[in-house]
């Protein structure tokens, strides 16, 4: 009688163990890199190893960070020595005083040093990171999504401002909440169970109000932004609902539900749209007012243009209904600001084109897109910054600008294979939409390379798992005995 034989198991690998980790420990994972990270740059590589890099406090010359410190810093003196009636959460002068006043607010608790926002920012990227690997965990394998969410998480140009103070970290994570509410709502009907159902909806709003308030805090024209894509992702969501329900997939009740609760989730972003939105939305100082014209110059019956106290440039108006023809004005506007009042700016593109409407815009877009994800070109990887931090940014950049071109090449093969998933088409129009208004209206490479990152990296991660699609869809079969 022979004995059975016994097969040990192979222990598995840490890269295994990562895989196959559990959502807690993937969020932790997500949050310590970002914290760990922090604590070096702050602590060890600008005061020892780059001292000439270090403004003092862990902070990066050349950042609007020194300032925000400064300003947080005067602002928590002045609670101490008032109280909290000293501090106001939003001011009408400035966005950049939304974070200022939040760090503030901190420093006021705590003591008044950069590093106490370590962990506030590590868990603000940490939370986007996990928030992406849980979208694309709705179709693809857990392995994969980590494959995909990994590049947003890792790339070193995403610790300029998770180990700064920048607005970057509020803004990211405010729009990914706003992606997991509305990826959470178009599979509602999916949901077993009335009090799954509710609680589903529940976690949308409070995602929604949450992201919302997150943007509104820092980029109050994301908010304006995203809410207008948000309108076609609800559109898409009642069309889906309303097939479901004429292919008998779902009840007609269930269907007005989810509709329901679509516009209210909708809905609740629209106080972010509406408070404050009258002070110059992108920090600068104010422009002279230009003047404002109905017709186009060298038109026989065009009036003599008048100031306009609303208009801070000539705007034609077009024929299109008044909220669009607004929106349009206010993306004119953003362009308006970047391309008239940083005429200095090194890593500029397209300097001398403006928008003076909406067909001035439509004509621009293809190239805005090729701005949005193209941007910084190959020509612009070897350029000299206004400082030698900058200058290593701009070669630093050219390795991640290759993985994203490289990464980029299996995006049209993963739209393919999964264009019949919700999840996808919801990130897509998000990230579309947002990395197109930035095309249109941020005219430096520098800029738009940290203003579309949120937005970006969900395509690039998307491109990876096409090419892993690929690799396994052409990898010859192992041959058997």
Request: positive net charge.
């Amino acid at each position: 009688m022979t004995n059975p034989t016994v097969t040990a198991q192979k222990k598995p690998s840490g890269f295994e163990r990562i895989m196959n980790a559990s959502d807690w420990q993937i969020f932790l994972i997500c949050f310590s890199f970002p914290f760990l990270v922090a604590v070096f740059v702050q602590f060890i590589f600008l005061p020892y190893i780059a001292p000439a890099w270090n403004a003092g406090h862990g902070l990066l010359v050349g950042l609007d960070s020194v300032n925000y410190h400064q300003m947080a810093v005067e602002l928590a003196q002045k609670i101490h020595q008032q109280g909290w009636s000293a501090w106001t959460l939003h001011t009408e002068d400035s966005a950049h005083f939304g974070l200022m006043n939040i760090t503030a607010a901190i420093y006021a608790l705590t003591i008044p040093q950069p590093w106490v926002l370590i962990p506030l920012n590590a868990f603000l990227h940490g939370l986007s990171a996990f928030l992406l690997f849980k979208i694309f965990s709705r179709f693809v394998k857990r392995s994969w999504a980590i494959a995909g969410m990994l590049p947003f998480l890792v790339f070193p140009s995403a610790a300029m401002w998770y180990t700064q103070i920048l607005k970057d970290t509020y803004s990211i994570a405010g729009a990914f909440l706003i992606f997991a509410a509305w990826v959470d709502l178009i599979y509602l009907d999916q949901t077993s169970g009335k009090g799954k159902q509710l609680l589903t909806v529940l976690k949308a709003l409070l995602f929604s109000v949450v992201g919302s308030f997150l943007n509104w805090i820092v980029r109050p024209h994301n908010v304006l932004m995203l809410q207008a894509l948000t309108a076609l992702v609800f559109a898409i969501t009642l069309a889906t609902m309303l097939v479901l329900a004429l292919k008998k997939q779902i009840k007609w009740t269930q269907a007005g539900f989810i509709a329901a609760m679509a516009v209210l989730v909708l809905l609740v972003m629209t106080p972010f749209t509406k408070i404050e939105l009258s002070f110059n939305l992108l920090g600068l100082s104010r422009p002279q007012i230009a003047a404002a014209q109905s017709q186009p110059p060298g038109s026989e019956t065009a009036p003599a243009p008048t100031p306009d106290p609303g208009k801070r440039f000539t705007w034609y108006p077009s024929k299109l209904p008044g909220f669009i023809d607004n929106l349009a004005y206010e993306v004119a506007d953003y362009r308006h600001q970047f391309t008239e009042w940083f005429p200095w700016q090194k890593s500029g593109m397209n300097l001398d084109t403006n928008f003076e409407s909406v067909s001035d815009m439509l004509a621009f877009v293809p190239r805005a897109l090729l701005n949005g994800f193209l941007a910084p070109f190959p020509g612009m990887w070897f350029g000299e910054g206004s400082l030698e931090a900058n200058t290593f940014m701009w070669r630093e950049s050219a390795f991640e600008m290759i993985f994203c071109y490289l990464a980029l090449l299996g995006l049209p093969y993963a739209l393919w294979h999964w264009r019949k998933e919700r999840a996808l088409w919801v990130l897509f129009i998000y990230c579309l939409g947002m990395i197109t208004f930035y095309g249109l209206v941020v005219s430096n490479a520098g800029a738009i390379y940290r203003y579309r990152y949120g937005f970006y990296m969900p395509f690039v991660g998307l491109g990876i798992m096409g090419w892993l699609l690929l690799i396994v869809r052409f990898r010859k079969p192992k041959r058997t005995a």
